[in-house]
């Protein structure tokens, strides 16, 4: 089964970090542009961050630019999200997706749901005191 996986979620204290990471099950991550996403309880899902497939183009939300970084491994098949200065409302589950409708090779094309695929099943990330 074509799947992501993430994982490196959990609580952390405000202003912690975490490190996410999205791996790729039975497949290579590496032709597609990797989109993160969150969604908080009640809320829409919103995306994050995304990179492309070279690894050149980054993107981010306003709310977490400065604090969110995201790269790639292409020899370990991983896409990696680093949080720092974490917020209360940073507090969602966090989700990679591919994007399987662009070639985005060297920038990523935004944060349209329905461009992604190959969603995992997310991983919790708590901000709390």
């Known amino acids: 089964q074509l799947q992501l996986v993430e994982s490196g979620g959990g609580l952390v204290q405000p202003g912690g970090s975490l490190t996410l990471s999205c791996a790729a099950s039975?497949?290579?991550?590496?032709?597609?542009?990797i989109g993160w996403f969150r969604q908080a309880p009640g809320k829409e899902r919103e995306g994050v961050s995304c990179?492309?497939?070279?690894?050149?183009?980054?993107n981010y939300t306003d709310s977490v630019k400065g604090r969110f970084t995201i790269s790639r491994d292409s020899a370990k098949n991983t896409v990696y999200l680093q949080m720092n200065s974490l917020k209360p409302e940073d507090t969602a589950v966090y989700y990679c997706?591919?994007?399987?409708?662009?070639?985005?090779?060297?920038?990523?094309?935004?944060?349209?749901?329905?461009?992604?695929?190959?969603w995992g099943q997310g991983t919790q990330v708590t901000v709390s005191s």
């Open positions: 997706a591919a994007d399987v409708t662009h070639v985005a090779l060297h920038y990523c094309k935004g944060y349209e749901i329905t461009w992604y695929g190959y």
């Open positions: 990179i492309s497939s070279s690894g050149e183009g980054t």
């Open positions: 039975g497949f290579t991550l590496n032709y597609y542009g």
